[in-house]
């Protein structure tokens, strides 16, 4: 298996099968097919197999997946079978809602730490984080070796927060700032802008 040839489109619906077969399991379901993951999720049976096919075999003909066995292979393709520290930058709305989620932990993440620059919030408690000046940030993170961060800080602010993270060794930066960022190549950046989704959607509904 080379990973580097496997398209990321691929890569993106992993997360994707790896929840609904969560969600088979929490029922009781031992076994699932192709079909039935495709009429879960939406995808064709075709498409699910083709995609599972670029990571070696997952099931027999006629007797589709074992579903906790095919739960483990798809935690050890995304490495989400140990669990990842993150840094959440930006305590406003948002940003408590992320760290009081309590989601993350079951699903191999975990917020470590949080930051933000307003003197009206450094230093108190959120959750059960004490909220870190952001004037720190580089030598916390690149301290705890924190390889993940959430960015929910304003539009202006998130390039410059942006390229600090880098700096101290973070890997992937989850972005709900409304901003693109430019960062090298290596860094895996994602967006989450409900605006964006949203005119996706209006485009489909009838005036």
Known sequence: MRLELIPDIVVGRLPRYLQTLHKMAGEGKQTTSSQELGAELGISAAQIRKDLSFFGGFGKQGTGYAISFLVERLQEI????????????????????????????NRGFRVVMVFDNDLAVIGTQLGKFTVQDSAGMLQAIRQARVKIAMLTVPALAAQKVAEILVEAGVQAILNYSPTALTLPDEIQVEYIDPILQLQHMTYYLKA
């Open 78 to 105: 995304l490495k989400v079978n140990q669990v990842w520290d993150i840094a959440l930058v930006g305590a406003g709305n948002l940003g408590k809602a992320i760290a009081q989620y309590q989601g993350f932990t």
